[in-house]
Structures are given as C-alpha cells and as structure tokens.
C-alpha cells in the first residue's frame, strides 16, 4: 500500500467533510493534523475533550483516513522558548509533554518538531552550550514520547522561516544522532531540502539518516502548492523507496483562501499518480 497522507494546515476546518470525500477518491490514506485546525471548536485544542475526540476519530474513519502525523505542537503556548531562561525553557518542554500526551490519546505515532522561532540560539550562548542543553531536553522528552508509543521527528527549519539551529538536513541528522535516543527521529522535509539547497544530495542525506527517518514531508518552499514540479517529486521519492523507506509521503502545504478543495485534490493527485508511478 502506498502510504499518502494530507496535513490539515491546507484547508480551513469549515471545509473538512467535503475535502476528506474527494482525499478519499483520489487514493489518500493518512492525515497529519494541527491540533489548533483540528480541535478549533475546544478552548484548549491540545486538550479536548474525550467526547471531542471520540467524534474527530468517527469523522475520519467514515472516510478511511488513519491519523499519522502532528505538527503545530506549540501551538496556544505562549514564552516558550527552547534556549531561553529557565521559566521560558520550562514552557518549551512542557508544551511538547502536552503534545506527547494528546498523541497518545489519538494514537498518533509520529510528531513534527518545527516550531521555529521557538528555538533560536540567543546572543551570548555558544552553540556547544546549546547543543547540550538542547541534547537533555529532546532525552527528557524522548523518554515521554516512548512512553506514549509515539516519537519526535525534529524537522530542519531553513534560515528563512526565522531560526538559526537545525536550519539544513545535515545538521538535524548529526544532532538527531548526538541525541541518540529511540524516539527522537527525523522528519525529511523536501521544501527544507529545496531552499537550503541539499535537494540535489537528497538520496545520499536519507542514507545518513534512514535509521532514524520516520516520516517525509512533500512540501515546497515557503509550504507552497506541492509537488511544484511532478519529476523533481517522482525522482526524491524514488530514491527514498529504492532505499527501503516505508513511511509516510505527507503532503503540506498552506491553505490558498479559497477554493481549497480544488487545490487539494490536485496535489493530492500529483503525490498518488508518481508515487505510483515509481513504486511499479
């Protein structure tokens, strides 16, 4: 089975039904969630109520869709920074604890960590000190997502979206390796790979991280209509699955403001018809 997914960040929450009808048809299997889209209607989306998620999970299974994958995992928490003071640092690790726990109630395996300006390495911090102290955190935190049964795919985040650690592949894969815990894993961002110009070493970055790669984000800069060019698409994926990946090709991208559906389902088509193309 080809394993397609659709993140939820692609259309607006009013649309859902209509648009989890036509992922159906066009061969989508899997969705990747905000929780703040997802559970918008709770006034604590990473906290819903048992009934709220009772009634998410029958929605999507009406439509075949498995959950996969969350993103936005600091989403609603407000002084939460990475490498910041001890309170800010705090809020930062408990903001992901809470992201784990909503996991474990939606059975979700696979958590992004992107987040970008919550991690941005102050003046007056070495990179070596940020390094450690990020080390402890994510083991810390690998121990809860174990737990739960789901794990943290750090995302390389480009300069551009506003950070300065783990902004290319190459160094996500080194630090993911430093860290050297079960659950804290890679997530394989194309977009990340296109503007920080590793697209072209695409299969040899997997090779160095395929032990610790758990999920695949088909995206393109700045989260843009994806795929942008369909053969550019076939060829990463290609080597991604000539090299044994087995997870899931999540498509995200940003919702256009209107007519969402119609985007959709034409990037959505795009993902199945080369998925397939290179899996024959």
């Known amino acids: 089975m080809i394993k397609i997914a659709v993140s939820n960040i692609a259309w607006d929450p009013s649309e859902r039904v209509a648009i989890y009808a036509r992922l159906a048809e066009a061969g989508v299997n899997g969705l990747e969630i905000a929780p703040g889209l997802a559970f918008a209607?709770?006034?604590?989306?990473?906290?819903?109520?048992?009934?709220?998620?009772?009634?998410?999970?029958?929605?999507?299974e009406r439509f075949g869709l498995e959950l996969v994958s969350m993103q936005s995992l600091l989403f609603g928490v407000n002084g939460a920074f990475l490498f910041g003071g001890e309170m800010e640092s705090k809020r930062f690790e408990h903001g992901l604890e809470r992201a784990i726990s909503l996991a474990a109630r939606l059975s979700i395996?696979?958590?992004?960590?992107?987040?970008?300006?919550?991690?941005?390495?102050?003046?007056?911090?070495?990179?070596?000190?940020?390094?450690?102290?990020?080390?402890?955190?994510?083991?810390?935190?690998?121990?809860?997502?174990?737990?739960a049964g789901t794990r943290l795919a750090l995302e390389p985040n480009p300069v551009a979206y506003g950070t300065n650690f783990l902004n290319t592949l190459s160094e996500t894969i080194a630090f993911a390796d430093e860290v050297d815990h079960p659950a804290v894993t890679l997530n394989f961002d194309i977009g990340a790979l296109i503007m920080n110009g590793e697209i072209e070493?695409?299969?040899?970055?997997?090779?160095?991280?395929?032990?610790?790669?758990?999920?695949?984000?088909v995206s393109e800069p700045h989260l843009a209509p994806a795929p942008r060019c369909e053969d550019s698409f076939a060829a990463t994926a290609g080597s991604l699955l000539s090299a044994a990946y087995s997870g899931w090709f999540s498509l995200e991208m940003r919702s256009v403001g209107t007519d969402n559906s119609a985007n959709v389902l034409s990037c959505a088509e795009a993902c199945v018809r080369q998925l397939k193309a290179v899996t024959r």
């Open 201 to 217: 070493n695409a299969a040899e970055l997997f090779t160095r991280g395929a032990t610790r790669i758990s999920h695949v984000h």
């Open 41 to 60: 209607d709770q006034p604590d989306a990473m906290a819903p109520s048992a009934v709220a998620i009772s009634a998410f999970r029958q929605e999507i």
């Open 109 to 147: 395996a696979n958590l992004v960590v992107g987040s970008p300006r919550n991690r941005i390495i102050p003046d007056g911090m070495t990179r070596a000190q940020a390094e450690r102290h990020a080390r402890d955190v994510f083991r810390r935190l690998g121990e809860k997502a174990l737990a």
